[in-house]
């Protein structure tokens, strides 16, 4: 028979801490379950994310599930550390499997672009990429006061949260700071608040490409305010907090003279791209949506 050694004090503490921090996990996950109603929404804010990301390694751009939860203060991944991850990629900043986390295109940007402006254009993408912080930024007129009572009518009636409606608030509030698109500090409590237009440059995926040394054009990010409409035209709207869509910079053009007319027709190719854990499993459900679209793959 094997003999097990006993645990020393300091085990013993570790033991007791892992589950008290289980035990305190099964209880806020249990009360959650028990919530009745309601859509839930992310756990941590935008800035939060940015820190957590920084814990995985600069150059490899990825850790172990493991390894990650234990850099974030996690005996385990579970819990708490699943809420984080969700979050994370809500915010399109991370892709995982069961074995290790992975910074995506975007993230990168954010966290290490090459200027202030990559960083900043990558922040407000990340934002706009969470659908929930995105409808109620474009609910909101720029520039001007937004009555937070407005507000939390809609996030209620429209977004379907109807608990924590105040920590959604504060946590849209915050995450729009940190991506450069609220005028002033976050302040929860203010009956008004003003946020900033979003770069024209901002789409969901990563900063836009150079032409490359072979002088072929590359796709850049589809500006923020047509990504929308791109999706529900190939019939791949419920795909859209997980996919990246560029287009050429460049297309083909064509030149029509008709009736004192003069038309030029640009004809840029648009890429999209689904982020998915299961291709095989989501392959016939897409070509069935694009389908219905009178589209064939």
């Not at 996950?29 to 390694?57: E, P, Q, T």
């Not at 006061?145 to 924590?164: C, F, M, P, S, W």
């Not at 915050?174 to 608040?193: I, Q, V, Y």
């Not at 979003?198 to 002088?215: H, R």
Request: hydrophobic share 40%; proline share 4%; aromatic share 6%.
């Amino acid at each position: 028979m094997e003999e097990t050694s006993p645990m020393t004090p300091v085990d013993e503490q570790v033991s007791d801490a892992e589950s008290a921090e289980s035990k305190d996990e099964s209880n806020r996950d249990s009360k959650a379950v028990d919530r009745k109603h309601g859509k839930s929404f992310v756990y941590i804010g935008l800035k939060d994310c940015d820190d957590a990301l920084r814990k995985i390694d600069p150059h490899e751009k990825q850790m172990s599930i493991g390894g990650f939860a234990r850099a974030l203060g996690h005996a385990a991944p579970k819990g708490r550390f699943n809420h984080k991850l969700d979050a994370m990629e809500r915010f399109m900043l991370i892709e995982k499997d069961a074995e290790s986390v992975r910074l995506t295109s975007l993230a990168i940007d954010m966290l290490y672009g090459g200027s202030e402006a990559a960083k900043s254009r990558a922040r407000a993408a990340a934002f706009l990429s969470y659908p929930e912080f995105k409808r109620v930024f474009v609910e909101c007129p720029k520039g001007q006061d937004n009555q937070r009572t407005h507000i939390e009518d809609y996030v209620t009636a429209k977004l379907g949260i109807v608990n924590d409606v105040a920590r959604f608030i504060r946590l849209f509030l915050e995450s729009a700071h940190f991506a450069g698109l609220l005028e002033g500090a976050p302040n929860p409590s203010a009956k008004t608040f003003r946020l900033r237009a979003a770069p024209a440059t901002v789409g969901v995926g990563s900063e836009a490409s150079m032409p490359n040394a072979s002088g072929h054009d590359e796709f850049s990010p589809l500006p923020i305010e047509d990504v929308e409409a791109c999706l529900e035209a190939v019939g791949l709207s419920e795909y859209g907090n997980r996919s990246e869509i560029r287009q050429r910079s460049v297309g083909k053009i064509k030149l029509e003279v008709n009736e004192g007319r003069i038309t030029v027709t640009v004809d840029r190719p648009v890429r999209i791209v689904i982020r998915t854990n299961d291709a095989l499993a989501e392959l016939q459900q897409i070509l069935a949506s694009m389908q219905a679209k009178g589209l064939k793959a």
